[in-house]
């Protein structure tokens, strides 16, 4: 799905055919290339790949993939996108380094989780998080900065979800690519899973700064596209919580 003429949904899925609810990455289509922003489970490679030809254009040109946060379903493909895309670049937030270069031991892939995983899946998320070394994150991001995409794209620490998570600003359309720090759940604006969250207080707190933007859609992760009164949204998510 095209959200805007440079921004694309590639809608990735479990079984790759659409039957599931996707997992929203992002293309964005720049003069100087192509940025995925997040990648899905492992297993997924494959889709990104269809989901990019299917655009019209070629997975080889992706220059840089951005992640929002550390979580297995948005950075599952790394170690296949590094084999066929040894150039790209990785960004991510700077709290989130640690996590993405093995200095720090992932959050939630813990140990008795890897071993709760069938055989397949447990093979697929150790090599993962074999990929995560010292120097992988090639450009560390700060909140507030202005990227060199989309016509100035904003960068937005949104943690809680996880320490270093961050939600991209589009002013010109006016669009936030939210990552997991809300969701859309039946056709409602929520706030991020609870159960997935270890610091709730935070990550409520971090939409504060979202009430000072003109925002008029909302893209998330898990959900797809909210356009509805988003300020509003946010103030009962808020309140509710």
């Known amino acids: 799905m095209k959200l805007t003429s440079g921004i694309k949904d590639l809608a990735l899925t479990t079984n790759g055919n659409g039957a599931s609810d996707p997992y929203h990455a992002v293309l964005l289509v720049d003069e100087d290339g192509l940025t995925l922003v997040d990648a899905g489970l492992p297993g997924m490679y494959e889709q990104i790949v269809q989901r990019v030809e299917a655009a019209g254009l070629d997975a080889s040109q992706i220059k840089r993939i951005l992640f929002t946060h ?22 991510a937030h700077r709290d989130e380094q640690p996590y993405l270069e093995g200095k720090l031991p992932h959050i939630k892939i813990t140990p008795s989780r890897l071993e709760s995983m069938p055989p397949q899946q447990r093979e697929a998320a150790q090599r993962m998080l074999d ?44 669009l936030l690519i939210a990552g997991d720090a809300l969701r859309v759940v039946d056709g409602e604006l929520a706030g991020p899973a609870e159960a997935f969250t270890p610091d709730m207080k935070r990550a409520l707190q971090s939409l504060e700064q979202l009430l000072e933007l003109e925002i008029d859609r909302v893209f998330c992760y898990h959900g797809g596209m909210y356009e509805g009164n988003v300020h509003g949204a946010l103030r009962q998510i808020m309140t509710r919580s």
């Open 131 to 174: 990929a995560l070394v010292p120097g992988r994150v090639t450009r560390v991001l700060e909140h507030g900065e202005k990227l060199p995409l989309q016509g100035g794209m904003i960068v937005l620490h949104t943690p809680g979800h996880t320490p270093g998570h961050i939600s991209l600003y589009v002013p010109e359309e006016k």
């Open 70 to 91: 550390q979580d297995l379903d948005h950075i599952g493909t790394l170690p296949q996108l590094l084999e066929h895309l040894p150039e790209a670049e990785i960004w």
